[in-house]
C-alpha cells in the first residue's frame, strides 16, 4: 500500500515540478530540463527528480550544470510545491541525470550496427 501512495505522490510531483520549472522559474538555462520520472521514498520523506536535457545531443558536463542550478532552486521548488499541493510534508529532492534514453540510443544504435 505504501508504494501505490508513493508512486501516486511521484506522479503529482513529476507534474507540478515540471510545471514549476516552466512557469516560475526564469533562469534561461533550465529551459530545456525535461523531468521524466520522480521516486519517492515510501515514508515520502525524499523525492529523487529524474531529469534529462532537450537538445541535439546530451553531454554530461552541461548535465552537471544544470544539476548545479537546480539544486539551488530545490528550496524554491519545494516552498512551491508545499502551496500547490496538500501533503503533509513535502520531501527533500534529489536531482539526478536520467540516462536511460542515452543508454536506450545506444543499443539502438548498435543494433542497427549489427544489422548492417
Known amino acids: 500500500m505504501a508504494s501505490s501512495r508513493s508512486d501516486k505522490v511521484g506522479d503529482l510531483l513529476k507534474k507540478e515540478i ?3 520549472i516552466a512557469n516560475q522559474i526564469k533562469d534561461p538555462r533550465l529551459q530545456n530540463i525535461n523531468i521524466t520520472a520522480v521516486k519517492v521514498s515510501d515514508d515520502i ?3 529523487t527528480v529524474f531529469y534529462t536535457v532537450i537538445g541535439e545531443s546530451i553531454h554530461k558536463s552541461k548535465s552537471s ?4 542550478i537546480l ?9 512551491n510545491l508545499s502551496k500547490k499541493i496538500k ?5 527533500k529532492i534529489q536531482f539526478r541525470f536520467d540516462e536511460s534514453i542515452e543508454y536506450s540510443e545506444n543499443i539502438e544504435k548498435l543494433l542497427n550496427d549489427l544489422k548492417q
Not at 550544470?65 to 548545479?68: H, W
Not at 532552486?73 to 519545494?78: D, P, T, V
Open 71 to 79: 539544486i539551488k532552486a530545490s528550496g524554491m521548488i519545494r516552498s
Open 45 to 47: 520523506g525524499i523525492a
Open 65 to 68: 550544470i544544470d544539476k548545479e
Open 87 to 91: 501533503i503533509r510534508r513535502v520531501p
Open 18 to 20: 515540471s510545471l514549476i
